[in-house]
């Protein structure tokens, strides 16, 4: 199982970015996928998860309306759209894949990629 996290950078207070988690080594469509950051000094932190069909998402409180989760099972990818970024979104970002229905729960992911770093700042 792999999973590849890319897209992070730095960008300007209210800004987008686009994060994209590369999938391969299990059937993709039947897991769901999930986004996690971790701040300096701060625990991990859910961001949103999205369900093996595409159908359904949860997000944390903290992103709700600014982020979007989606995927592609075409090519092996989910993606998180962060719009109107703040500043306390600086974080690593990691993709992890979960054998259980949408779920916050860190320690309810079996697999997880490396992160990609995003900075919000001016």
């Known amino acids: 199982v792999q999973l590849q996290a890319s897209g992070g950078g730095l960008v300007e207070p209210g800004g987008s970015l686009r994060l994209s988690c590369s999938a391969s080594g299990f059937t993709f469509t039947d897991y769901s996928i999930g986004w996690f950051r971790q701040a300096p000094g701060k625990e991990r932190e859910f961001v949103g998860a999205?369900?093996?069909?595409?159908?359904?998402?949860l997000y944390a409180d903290s992103v709700k309306g600014r982020f979007t989760i989606s995927r592609d099972h075409a090519k092996n990818t989910v993606y998180l759209q962060m719009n109107s970024l703040k500043p306390e979104d600086t974080a690593v970002y990691y993709c992890?894949?979960?054998?259980?229905?949408?779920?916050?729960?860190?320690?309810?992911?079996?697999?997880w990629g490396q992160g990609t770093q995003v900075t919000v700042s001016s």
């Open positions: 999205i369900s093996a069909s595409g159908i359904r998402t």
């Open positions: 992890a894949v979960t054998t259980a229905w949408l779920t916050r729960s860190w320690d309810r992911y079996n697999y």
